[in-house]
């Protein structure tokens, strides 16, 4: 996870590297792992240890190595959370993107797969 993060931080094109050591660190299926990351992208996010633009990126990375069409339903909410803070929507104010759509979709993803949490 680290790695992967440092390299979406400094910009580096060897992040599908860093997902394929990562995942046959994990062990388990590429859902599992993709879930997995999700996940700990999520808390870290809801967290403040990592900030929007970050775990934004780890989520378009993750895209890339599990393509959207396979994402396990968890990945896929995440993914679609941190899509909406993509952009603005109609009638939004400026800079309302987090607090309007990412946070609360994350915290729905959390309670409707990970309710005990």
Not at 17 to 36: I, K, W
Not at 86 to 115: C, W
């Amino acid at each position: 996870m680290e790695n992967i993060l440092r390299h979406i931080h400094e910009g580096h094109f060897r992040v599908i590297e860093e997902f394929n050591a990562a995942f046959a660190v994990h062990g388990g299926s590429r859902s599992a792992f993709s879930d997995s990351f999700s996940k700990e992208i999520t808390e870290r996010y809801l967290a403040g240890s990592i900030d929007f633009d970050i775990a934004d990126c780890a989520m378009n990375a993750l895209s890339a190595w599990t393509p959207l069409e396979d994402f396990p339903s968890y990945s896929w909410a995440v993914y679609q959370a941190f899509d909406e803070g993509e952009y603005m929507h109609p009638g939004q104010v400026i800079g309302s993107n987090e607090d309007v759509y990412t946070r609360p979709l994350l915290r729905k993803a959390m309670s409707d797969f990970h309710p005990l949490d």
